[in-house]
């Protein structure tokens, strides 16, 4: 299975800050025919199922803020939260579809400092 | 709108099968590259994801769980159903269904409320 390791666990920013977070595959989830990495950011809050965020790593879904970005490729990728709004309190999980078994990472809580 | 709701029991006895439906709208299985899968999030856990079944009857499972779970479609009545057999108290958590992306497979783009499933006796 394809391990996916984010750090850190948690970070607290000011409101209007950037908070970026950090995910490491075990191996690549770039795929070489169609040149797109198999990697998708979740925001989850509490008491509420994950939100799809961001797919094949930098590609924004319809409705979500332009102030949530995706970048990297490979085996290094990261979350940035522009301008930290209230709202985006939540725990955030990246994960590969690369290859079955898809696999999240661990989670990483993002706080109100 | 695709909407995606989860039922069955909220409390299992250790070694009986867990039975979990996943009740859509909004789409269809008949249609290709539709793919619905099941993922379950321990309390205050991280995510784990268990199976996918596509329009063809494709199916994926968890290789570490593989032996206990059996995923099925019924297009007719717009419901997946996942059962896991021999639960244990470490299968206590929150059990998803949610739609996979079609242009995206695996990227699930619309999620249910998802159940919690307590295992204990």
């Known amino acids: 299975d394809i391990v996916m390791t984010q750090s850190p666990d948690s970070l607290a920013v000011s409101l209007g800050e950037r908070a970026t977070i950090n995910c490491k595959s075990s191996?690549?989830?770039?795929?070489?025919?169609?040149?797109?990495?198999?990697l998708a950011w979740y925001q989850q809050k509490a008491g509420q199922p994950p939100k799809l965020l961001i797919y094949w790593a930098s590609t924004r879904e319809s409705g979500v803020p332009d102030r949530f970005s995706g970048s990297g490729s490979g085996t290094d990728f990261t979350l940035t939260i522009n301008s930290l709004q209230a709202e985006d309190v939540a725990i955030y999980f990246c994960q590969q579809c690369y290859s079955a078994p898809s696999t999240f990472g661990q989670g990483t809580k993002v706080e109100i400092k | 709108q695709i909407t995606l709701k989860e039922s069955g029991p909220t409390l299992v006895k250790p070694t009986q099968t867990l039975t979990l439906t996943c009740t859509f709208s909004g789409f269809s299985l008949r249609n290709s590259g539709v793919g619905v899968g099941w993922i379950r999030q321990p309390p205050g856990k991280a995510l784990e994801w268990l199976a996918l079944?596509?329009?063809?009857?494709?199916?994926r499972y968890s290789p570490s769980l593989k032996s206990r779970l059996t995923i099925t479609k019924d297009t007719s009545k717009n419901q997946v159903v996942l059962t896991v057999t021999n639960m244990d108290p470490v299968d206590t958590a929150t059990y998803y269904c949610a739609h996979s992306r079609i242009a995206a497979p695996g990227v699930f783009d619309y999620w249910g409320q998802g159940t919690l499933v307590t295992v204990s006796s």
């Open positions: 191996q690549s989830v770039l795929y070489s025919s169609n040149n797109k990495n198999y």
């Open positions: 079944i596509y329009w063809d009857d494709d199916k």
